[in-house]
């Protein structure tokens, strides 16, 4: 299927994506939501509100790409010299000042397909995914539900994420600063870790072999056989490491 064009208050697209390809949404203000599709077609709907500006200020825009698909909510740049671009991954420029238009995303994602969601002010929430996920967020939640691996971070916000692989090859982080981290890993979990907060406790269910000095709020030690590094890093809230049964 070929990309819809855009509407007034609301964009759609939708198109078929092979396993191990990616769908990734960019917004700015407003939650992004991802579900398992009932076939092999990612369709994202995005819906557009806002109580002072013209919701035509800010675009939906669908990126193709080697890696799978790109889209962005594209708003109107603090420099007109430098507009907003979207672009794949780490690239594309999102400068927003004083513009209240939300873009809410619902995307259906098939199974084995991977999914990367972010937004600036709103929360992120990825459940039942088929294959890995990074979500991250600024002010608002991320909850994650995969059997693939997952990445997680927010600032003002809580992390929750399950998830069924813990094949990691680098280095696996969650973090934020105002919230708790509440993650679960296979029992079949092995990793050094690393894990931090201010205000808060730490707790595993996993049996761990600690490092140097033992604190309720800052650990090092070794799960299962250790090798792959685990970061968990919060201010203010809990670190909980459970085991799924």
Not at 178 to 204: C, Y
């Amino acid at each position: 299927a070929a990309p819809a064009e855009p509407q007034s208050n609301e964009f759609r697209w939708r198109k078929a994506l092979a396993a191990g390809r990616v769908v990734e949404v960019k917004g700015v203000n407003g939650n992004v939501r991802a579900e398992p599709a009932s076939g092999g077609e990612v369709e994202v709907v995005a819906t557009k509100t806002s109580r002072r500006e013209d919701t035509d200020t800010v675009r939906v825009e669908a990126v193709e790409h080697a890696d799978g698909v790109t889209i962005c909510a594209v708003y109107p740049s603090r420099d007109a010299a430098k507009p907003n671009v979207c672009a794949p991954g780490e690239g594309g420029r999102m400068n927003v000042q004083n513009n209240d238009v939300k873009v809410d995303f619902v995307v259906r994602v098939p199974a084995g397909v991977r999914f990367a969601g972010r937004t600036v002010n709103g929360n992120v929430d990825a459940t039942g995914m088929g294959a890995d996920v990074d979500a991250s967020a600024v002010n608002g939640n991320v909850k994650i539900t995969t059997t693939g691996m997952a990445r997680a971070s927010t600032v003002n916000g809580s992390v929750t994420a399950a998830m069924g692989s813990a094949g990691w090859s680098d280095e696996l982080s969650f973090s934020t600063v105002n919230g708790k981290l509440d993650l679960t890993f296979p029992a079949s979990l092995s990793a050094e870790v690393n894990a931090e907060t201010v205000n808060g406790d730490i707790m595993s269910d996993f049996p761990l072999t600690i490092t140097g000095r033992y604190s309720k709020r800052k650990l090092n030690g070794t799960i299962g056989g250790g090798g792959r590094e685990l970061h968990l890093r919060t201010v203010n809230g809990d670190v909980m490491i459970r085991r799924a049964s």
